[in-house]
């Protein structure tokens, strides 16, 4: 029977701490770039301008439509080829990761955005408002609540996308844990913390975003 021993993996301590700071602020990073690129990228779709839509339609569908994993790998290796740029592994995770997730958030916003009573931004035309105004005074703070839980559940997933990283050598948590474990040979109680660890950092956040949901539907 294998005998379980966690005793050493507090000599690995500051390399999982420097892991863990380092997905935290990955997942940071992408989140709010992927925000910008989505909130762009949702406004273009509803854009009048037919390019534009078809530009944003594009971007949303090659991104959806294929995996993560193959993104990350396509921008280190491939992107450097392209472009005669190179590329450092973490830029390359933090351009794939922030166009992946800008993606879906593009259209949770666009969702949220086109759930608005179209009466309302008839009635800010009415009023003598530019779309810009109606859109940033009327329409995005009312559509916001709506995409307020979708939105952190999509960051969620971010968060855990961060952990594909490490295929890059990046030196996020799991590779770190990577590390530990070949250090050691005790793979099984290594991943295990890994693991422990993403579970203890993302749970709360489930726990904040269902309690957002029932709020919200309790509210309409």
């Not at 037919?50 to 294929?66: M, S």
């Not at 009023?127 to 329409?139: D, E, K, S, Y």
């Amino acid at each position: 029977m294998y005998q379980w021993d966690f005793n050493f993996l507090w000599s690995y301590r500051w390399l999982f701490l420097n892991g863990l700071g380092i997905t935290v602020g990955f997942t940071i990073a992408i989140v709010v770039l992927g925000l910008v690129v989505g909130l762009a990228a949702a406004l273009a779709k509803l854009s009048a301008f037919a390019p534009l839509r078809w530009l944003a339609h594009a971007y949303i569908e090659v991104f959806r439509c294929t995996p993560v994993l193959v993104q990350l790998v396509w921008f280190y290796y491939a992107l450097p080829i392209l472009s005669g740029i190179e590329i450092s592994a973490v830029t390359a995770s933090i351009l794939a990761l922030s166009l992946y997730g800008g993606s879906f958030y593009a259209e949770i916003i666009r969702g949220g955005i086109v759930s608005i009573d179209p009466g309302q931004p008839e009635a800010a035309a009415a009023l003598g408002m530019t779309p810009f105004q109606a859109m940033r005074r009327i329409i995005l703070p009312q559509a916001l609540k709506r995409m307020v839980p979708p939105l952190m559940n999509q960051s969620i997933i971010q968060f855990k996308n961060t952990s594909l990283v490490s295929v890059l050598a990046v030196p996020d948590l799991l590779y770190q844990g990577q590390i530990a474990a070949h250090d050691s040979y005790r793979p099984l109680e290594v991943y295990s913390a890994v693991a422990v660890a993403y579970f203890l950092l993302l749970y709360p956040l489930t726990i904040i975003v269902r309690q957002g949901e029932k709020k919200l539907s309790t509210s309409d």
